[in-house]
């Protein structure tokens, strides 16, 4: 949808991203957020499963949400 370009547009305006090709960026924030929220869906859901299956930091849903916003927040880091 637009809604992600206008928002990375608004982001650059504002000076929290460099001035980039608002789609692209847009898609590389997309494609992030999206990679980890299906990884996280892929996880057994059982608390004692997840901890036995999964890797650290992803072996807690805390330590899932944990990652997800350092990823995100290095992510931002880099395109601004």
Same mark, same amino acid.
């Given at each position: 949808t637009i809604v992600p370009i206008l928002r990375a547009g608004l982001g650059m305006a504002d000076g929290v991203l460099r001035r980039?090709?608002? @789609? =692209? @960026?847009?898609?590389?924030?997309?494609?992030q957020v999206h990679g980890l929220v299906t990884l996280n869906q892929r996880l057994p859901t059982d608390p004692e499963t997840r901890r036995v299956a999964a890797p650290e930091p992803v072996a807690t849903e805390e330590g899932f949400r944990a990652l997800y916003q350092r =990823? #995100?927040? =290095? #992510?931002?880091?880099g395109l601004g």
């Amino acid at each position: 949808t637009i809604v992600p370009i206008l928002r990375a547009g608004l982001g650059m305006a504002d000076g929290v991203l460099r001035r980039d090709d608002p @789609v =692209s @960026v847009a898609l590389i924030i997309w494609g992030q957020v999206h990679g980890l929220v299906t990884l996280n869906q892929r996880l057994p859901t059982d608390p004692e499963t997840r901890r036995v299956a999964a890797p650290e930091p992803v072996a807690t849903e805390e330590g899932f949400r944990a990652l997800y916003q350092r =990823s #995100l927040d =290095s #992510l931002i880091d880099g395109l601004g």
